[in-house]
């Protein structure tokens, strides 16, 4: 094993040798194994935000295998899916590559300003997939974020009892606050902060802008002379406040944009210490080829080639 990924697993001291494999797993496979770098994809937008957005694009995505072929071609670190999508394929794909199953989803046919997820799958289904991870999503600012605490909670005992590895998707949102302050530089580095004390072996948060949500944190942030005006600037604060860079902390990939803003994104994450990317739509709704090449880009700028 590479010495990277040796590093890595010391941070994570009170787990169990099943769920550090299973973490080396992830870490270990695809085109960036044993840098201690990931790419994961992730298809939960059918159900987030439904088919016709989600697929239409590129309708071959439509297809369950669709998208485990396309990690695997891709080589990346490993694939997350709800429920249905991983059962629909697992088993042809069993072994290829390592599997995140979502736990928690929710609809777009609402407009809940505090949203709550529901539990659509379960540590027993991760294990019957042979998943190496959980995924779960909270939301910090919901009026709902006790009842999702709580619940991840209780999930991470039972994920980590069984050596499985938990992936937290941590999204800012809510009545108090702002659409910008859902991706604010203080508000995204608190929500890496919370999925971190959550007890999370891998963090998901979005990447930060260049503002400041709360009044008292930008005093603090302005007495401090704290540098924000670039993208890695930004990352770095965020990775701080993942225990020091000491949690896994990848950023979502977003509405799907042109090549190149997606490239300046990633550069922008990788030059601030984040440990890589989590791409959905700007991959699957790409045509395959087109989808494929992008991926390669994204994996050699994270090997410092591009």
């Given at each position: 094993m590479?010495?990277r990924?040796?590093?890595?697993?010391?941070?994570?001291g009170?787990?169990?040798?099943?769920?550090?494999?299973?973490l080396a797993?992830?870490?270990?496979h695809g085109?960036?194994g044993?840098?201690g770098?990931?790419v994961?994809?992730?298809v939960?937008?059918g159900?987030?935000?439904?088919?016709?957005?989600?697929?239409?694009?590129n309708?071959?995505?439509?297809?369950?295998?669709?998208?485990?072929?396309l990690?695997?071609?891709?080589?990346?670190?490993?694939?997350?899916?709800?429920l249905?999508?991983?059962?629909a394929?697992?088993r042809?794909y069993?072994?290829?590559l390592p599997?995140?199953?979502?736990?928690?989803?929710?609809?777009?046919?609402?407009s809940?300003?505090?949203?709550?997820?529901?539990?659509?799958?379960?540590v027993?289904?991760?294990?019957?997939?042979?998943?190496?991870a959980?995924?779960?999503?909270?939301?910090?600012?919901?009026?709902?974020r006790?009842s999702?605490y709580?619940?991840?909670?209780?999930l991470?005992?039972?994920?980590?009892?069984h050596?499985l590895?938990?992936?937290?998707?941590?999204y800012?949102?809510?009545?108090?606050?702002?659409k910008?302050?859902?991706?604010?530089l203080?508000v995204s580095?608190y929500?890496?902060?919370?999925?971190?004390?959550?007890?999370?072996?891998?963090?998901?948060?979005?990447?930060?802008?260049?503002?400041?949500?709360?009044?008292?944190?930008?005093?603090?942030y302005?007495?401090a002379?704290?540098?924000?005006?670039t993208?890695?600037?930004r990352i770095?604060h965020?990775m701080?406040s993942a225990?020091?860079?000491r949690?896994?902390?990848?950023?979502?990939?977003?509405?799907?944009?042109?090549?190149?803003?997606?490239?300046?994104?990633?550069?922008?994450i990788?030059?601030g210490?984040?440990f890589g990317?989590?791409m959905?739509?700007n991959a699957?709704?790409?045509?395959?080829?087109?989808?494929l090449?992008?991926?390669?880009?994204?994996?050699?700028?994270?090997?410092?080639?591009l």
């Amino acid at each position: 094993m590479k010495r990277r990924i040796k590093e890595i697993l010391s941070w994570y001291g009170s787990d169990n040798p099943g769920t550090l494999t299973n973490l080396a797993r992830i870490l270990n496979h695809g085109k960036l194994g044993g840098t201690g770098k990931l790419v994961i994809l992730p298809v939960d937008q059918g159900v987030e935000h439904g088919p016709g957005r989600t697929y239409v694009p590129n309708p071959p995505s439509f297809d369950p295998r669709y998208h485990f072929e396309l990690a695997i071609e891709a080589g990346l670190n490993a694939y997350a899916a709800p429920l249905g999508f991983l059962e629909a394929a697992a088993r042809d794909y069993a072994g290829d590559l390592p599997l995140i199953l979502k736990l928690n989803n929710r609809e777009n046919l609402s407009s809940d300003k505090d949203p709550l997820q529901a539990v659509t799958g379960s540590v027993e289904a991760a294990l019957r997939l042979g998943c190496a991870a959980i995924g779960y999503t909270v939301y910090p600012g919901s009026l709902q974020r006790v009842s999702m605490y709580e619940r991840l909670q209780a999930l991470t005992e039972e994920a980590k009892r069984h050596g499985l590895v938990v992936v937290v998707w941590s999204y800012p949102r809510g009545t108090d606050i702002s659409k910008d302050g859902e991706t604010a530089l203080d508000v995204s580095a608190y929500a890496a902060q919370i999925a971190a004390q959550l007890g999370a072996h891998i963090l998901k948060v979005k990447p930060p802008a260049d503002c400041v949500e709360q009044a008292e944190a930008k005093k603090v942030y302005e007495k401090a002379g704290l540098q924000t005006a670039t993208l890695a600037q930004r990352i770095e604060h965020v990775m701080n406040s993942a225990f020091d860079g000491r949690r896994i902390t990848i950023f979502s990939g977003g509405a799907a944009r042109g090549t190149d803003e997606v490239l300046e994104e990633i550069r922008g994450i990788r030059d601030g210490g984040g440990f890589g990317s989590i791409m959905g739509r700007n991959a699957f709704q790409r045509e395959r080829t087109e989808a494929l090449a992008l991926l390669d880009q994204v994996v050699k700028v994270y090997q410092g080639k591009l």
